[in-house]
């Protein structure tokens, strides 16, 4: 056992060792700056900037650490719970996931992405297999998935949804999801929710949310036309900023959000989230099928975007800018890396990860419909 908790640690920062540094994303330099700007904004946890302020002194090795330990144990706690937790069995399946999945490459990673899979996994054995583990990792298990909730809105979404989901079918399952367990998963998204609200006010002095989910929902029913239909239909008696330019709209939330268009002229988030809000909200209750017809293709688009590396393989001028101007200290180490040399190339790794990450999907469909057909339900897991 000791040999598996000291080796698939070490190979799923394998990665950042080589790299020479952990590596950095184009959304990582927001997080950082977090700390030293004492200001929200759009998508960027304050949770997350502290955990990640907490490891600069350490060239964030410790923050790297905490989620190559995070990730062995929660891999070895959903093994036992489900009755595999044989040393063999968890050094073989950590050594499959490390080298056919991205899994070391978020682990070597300063970015939250890390979170969102072990905190689904995370609830699953404390909604579930509450009965299987001590006190002790109720708490922790607790603990961390509260935290992971906090450090993305949309880990938040998928968690809560998942909990919405148990609480509708509990009833229909005959009691296969204990009340307390589910109440007690449920607190995780309470006390997340609450860690992000204290952290964004002990930054910022502002007690409210981490802005900017209205515009990316916006972005999307803009990309499918949605916005642009509601603007033709509403525009000559009602009052919006984005009238004037509803034929100008660009093609994708990419080109809006962050280009060169009239969301700048605006006054990007602070000057049109309201108004983005109003839209997203009455297109909503106005066009119901078509917004479920865009979302369903959305969702299926997304699927098959699994490919590893997005945002770290390119040159990311925001978040060299932001370890320069707060933290000088690591410049030197962060310039040395590999990938700050163009040696980051995912092209013959998703040569592998991709169809393995398709044909999991799939096995995944298949394996449900089995687990339905013969068995009727009577093994939730």
């Not at 952290?199 to 999307?220: D, E, Y």
């Not at 369903?296 to 040159?315: F, H, I, N, P, R």
């Not at 799939?362 to 339900?377: A, D």
């Amino acid at each position: 056992m000791w040999i598996a908790a000291v080796a698939i640690p070490l190979m799923l920062l394998a990665p950042a060792l080589w790299n020479g540094y952990p590596l950095l994303q184009w959304d990582t330099g927001g997080y950082l700056a977090r700390w030293y700007e004492g200001y929200l904004v759009p998508s960027r946890s304050t949770v997350f900037g502290l955990y990640l302020h907490f490891g600069e002194h350490s060239s964030f090795w410790i923050n790297l650490g905490t989620q190559a330990l995070a990730s062995l144990w929660i891999l070895q706690l959903t093994l036992r719970v489900l009755g595999m937790s044989q040393p063999l069995r968890l050094m073989a399946i950590g050594l499959v996931l490390i080298l056919t999945t991205a899994l070391p490459w978020i682990a070597s990673m300063l970015l939250t992405d890390i979170f969102a899979g072990l905190s689904v996994l995370g609830l699953f054995v404390l909604v579930l297999h509450n009965d299987r583990i001590s006190t002790v990792e109720k708490c922790c298990l607790f603990v961390f998935t509260a935290f992971a909730a906090a450090t993305h809105s949309a880990t938040l979404g998928v968690l809560l949804g998942l909990c919405v989901v148990g609480w509708s079918v509990r009833l229909l399952l005959r009691g296969q999801i204990p009340i307390i367990s589910l109440i007690q998963g449920s607190l995780t998204l309470v006390a997340g929710a609450a860690m992000l609200l204290a952290a964004n006010f002990a930054l910022s002095g502002q007690l409210a949310w981490t802005p900017g989910g209205f515009g990316v929902a916006f972005g999307r029913i803009m990309q499918d036309g949605i916005v642009a239909r509601y603007l033709r239909d509403h525009c000559p008696r009602e009052q919006l900023k984005l009238c004037p330019y509803r034929d100008q709209l660009p093609a994708t939330a990419d080109q809006f959000l962050w280009g060169n268009s009239m969301f700048n002229t605006l006054g990007r988030f602070k000057g049109l989230n309201d108004e983005m809000g109003f839209i997203v909200l009455h297109s909503l209750a106005e066009y119901p099928t078509l917004q479920a017809e865009a979302a369903l293709a959305a969702t299926a688009q997304q699927l098959t975007l699994v490919a590893t590396g997005e945002g770290s393989d390119v040159w990311i001028p925001h978040t060299y800018g932001i370890i320069e101007r707060y933290i000088p200290a690591q410049v030197t180490p962060m310039r040395a890396a590999r990938q700050q040399h163009s040696e980051l190339d995912f092209t013959a790794i998703n040569c592998l990860h991709v169809p393995v990450a398709l044909a999991s999907m799939l096995l995944t469909v298949f394996l449900f419909g089995r687990g339905l057909w013969r068995r009727s339900l009577d093994d939730l897991t």
